[in-house]
């Protein structure tokens, strides 16, 4: 929330350090993935597969967005010490913040899986091209898109304060059994599955490519 720098009444050293860090890390954010997709895009400068392609170009676009109606909203509303967007502005950073922040946690594990897929079945994996990857992408925005709607019809939602100047995110209906249930579900399957499956993929990785190599067997080293 936004509140979180704001309301803590952190000493003004303390919050213009913070404030330092949004400002540096939007500006190199918007400038780093700008510069990944065009030069991707128009000189093909990313020298890998066709589904890796697709899946960094993914992860640069949804970076942009996280930064472009998460960190650029933090940024401005926090030298201006209150949100500066209205209601809309609350909803659409609530709304795109969430897809774009769970879509890109999921895309960084699709691309460890599909690195660990090529070591282990490297024939299978050159016959997947872009249309796979760029499925893989649209499935998880649809299932995050309809995921987020559903979370706004049990109640959750972005509220802007205009007395306070806050956007939170606030429950405007008593919690039951089931939408407690369905919001955990929301987070094992968002957050905590791509925090146990990124890191194990990854050691999973290592391993295979480190047994492989000893081997003389690592794709491309006989090439």
């Known amino acids: 929330s936004l509140d979180v720098p704001i309301n803590l009444r952190i000493p003004d050293p303390g919050y213009n350090v913070l404030l330092l860090y949004h400002s540096l890390a939007t500006i190199t954010g918007l400038v780093g993935n700008s510069f990944v997709l065009y030069g991707s895009i128009k000189y093909n400068s990313l020298s890998v597969d066709s589904v890796s392609i697709v ?53 960084v594990t699709a691309i460890s899986l599909y690195r660990l897929f090529s070591l282990l079945v490297p024939f299978t994996a050159r016959n997947l091209n872009k249309r796979h990857a760029a499925l893989v992408v649209g499935v998880l925005v649809g299932i995050t898109v309809v ?15 205009p007395h306070l100047g806050s956007c939170e995110i606030s429950i405007t209906s008593i919690p039951t059994k089931s939408t407690v249930t369905y919001l955990l579900s929301g987070v094992c399957f968002w957050i905590v599955m791509p925090a146990i499956i990124l890191p194990l993929s990854n050691i999973a990785i290592l391993v295979i490519a480190t047994i492989k190599s000893r081997k003389g067997r690592l794709p491309g080293k006989n090439a």
């Open 147 to 161: 995921y987020q709607i559903c979370y706004h019809f049990v109640g959750a939602h972005y509220r802007f304060d």
């Open 55 to 107: 899946l960094l170009e993914s992860l640069a676009a949804l970076d942009l967005t996280v930064l472009l109606f998460f960190m650029s909203s933090i940024w401005m509303s926090m030298i201006a010490k209150r949100w500066v967007f209205g209601t809309v502005g609350c909803f659409v950073y609530g709304f795109l913040s969430y897809i774009s922040t769970t879509v890109e946690m999921h895309v």
